[in-house]
């Protein structure tokens, strides 16, 4: 228990499609240990959104496939995540400003 900690390690980011959900961040508080402060970020996006990023990957009925297999994983996370976690909207959103509203829901300083 508390490996990150004990390597220096004192604000970790985790990012994956499903580390708001409590028992992926059950994984990171046991790796800080201490009973540390967890900030929980859902990154959310419309169903069309969602639809629309395997387009550069399939065609046919290997795009639909991969269109309702999106849909599908985009709701697990939104379904399981608690409602104290901060969904941020990753619709038509540049990465540095989602990544400027994630840092503000740590409610740490850019940069910091």
């Known amino acids: 228990m508390g490996e990150l900690r004990r390597l220096g390690r004192r604000r970790p980011v985790r990012t994956h499609t ?15 240990g201490a009973d540390p402060r967890t900030v929980r970020v859902l990154l959310t996006a419309a169903d069309v ?24 994983t985009a709701r697990l996370p939104e379904e399981r995540t608690p ?11 540049t990465v540095v400003d989602i990544a400027r509203e994630v840092v503000a829901a740590t409610g740490r300083a850019a940069g910091g």
């Not at 990023?53 to 795009?63: H, I, K, M, N, T």
């Not at 409602?83 to 959103?93: L, S, W």
């Open 83 to 93: 409602a104290d976690a901060v969904r941020v909207a990753a619709d038509g959103g």
């Open 49 to 72: 959104t969602v639809a629309e990023r395997p387009a550069g990957r399939g065609r046919g009925s290997e795009l639909e496939r991969e269109v309702r297999k999106g849909l599908r």
């Open 18 to 32: 499903v580390s708001a959900l409590p028992e992926e961040t059950a994984v990171l508080e046991r790796a800080m």
